[in-house]
């Protein structure tokens, strides 16, 4: 019997059917795997250390525990420490020193001593009749307008030693004065001469009382002799002080 039409029509229709069942129930089997391994991943990330992982994370090691250690304390002093005297000094008497001597004019320079050299544990001291005044001989052409202290440093041997510094302080006139200078810069007073120019300070000699000093120190700025005060005057035979400084040690 031969087939009509409708019978094609129905067996298309039955393979078309049959196809997509098949299509439908591999779309169903891919979302089902899917969905399995979102569970799985999901519960790997939630719990890494699952026995279901393959690729567990690696066992951390277990922290060292260190004995604390107890700092020992050191030995301190007491609280307080008086120091027990051993020897008592007894006071003796103190002999009062002669006045200075004034020195008999020489030529045209008088010069007057005002102190004397001390004990003391510098190197060096003042020495023997100085400071010395004289009227300006080193810088006629200013005449009485120009005042300073000028001088030498000798050794042990009375030798010159050059390079030491030489440093002025103190006041003048209501200034304050502080100058530095190095011993052989200034040799019209010896190889080992030194000067200070004061004229920036005064217009000629001026008087004052023991508001001025010098002082040796080396070349690390520590004294290698004590400060020697001096006064000053204001006549001009007097406006150029001599300072001497010898080694004793």
């Known amino acids: ?18 196809t997509d069942l098949i299509w439908n129930t591999l779309t169903i089997v891919v979302l089902a795997v899917t969905l399995c391994i979102c569970v799985v991943f999901l519960i790997f990330f939630v719990n890494p250390n699952t026995g279901m992982n393959p690729f567990p994370p690696p066992t951390m090691p277990v922290a060292l525990e260190l004995d604390t250690l107890t700092p020992t304390p050191k030995q301190v ?14 006071p003796t008497e103190t002999s009062t020193p002669e006045p200075s001597a004034t020195l008999a004019p020489v030529g045209e320079a008088t010069m007057t ?6 004990e003391s544990d510098m190197p060096f001291v003042l020495h023997d009749g100085n400071p010395q005044y004289i009227p ?8 009485c307008s120009w005042m300073g ?11 010159p ?5 030489v440093k002025l302080g103190g006041q003048l006139a209501g200034q304050s004065v502080e100058k530095v200078t190095v011993s052989g810069i200034a040799t019209k007073y010896g190889p080992a001469g030194y000067e200070f120019d004061l ?4 217009d000629g000699p001026t008087a004052s009382s023991y508001s001025l000093w010098v002082q040796l120190l080396d070349q690390a700025g520590l ?3 004590q400060q020697i005060y001096f006064d000053t005057y204001p006549e001009c035979d007097k406006s150029t002080i001599i300072i001497y400084f010898k080694q004793v040690k």
């Open 1 to 18: 019997m031969d087939k009509d039409v409708f019978d094609y029509i129905d067996e298309e229709g039955e393979s078309t059917r049959r």
């Open 77 to 90: 002093l007491p609280p307080t420490w008086t120091l027990t005297p051993t020897n008592t000094l007894t």
């Open 113 to 118: 001593e005002t102190s004397t050299a001390m």
């Open 136 to 143: 300006n001989l080193y810088h006629a052409e200013l005449g």
């Open 149 to 159: 202290i000028g001088g030498q440093v000798l050794s042990l041997n009375g030798a």
């Open 161 to 165: 030693v050059t390079g030491v510094v």
């Open 199 to 202: 004229t920036d300070i005064v």
């Open 223 to 225: 004294p290698m002799s």
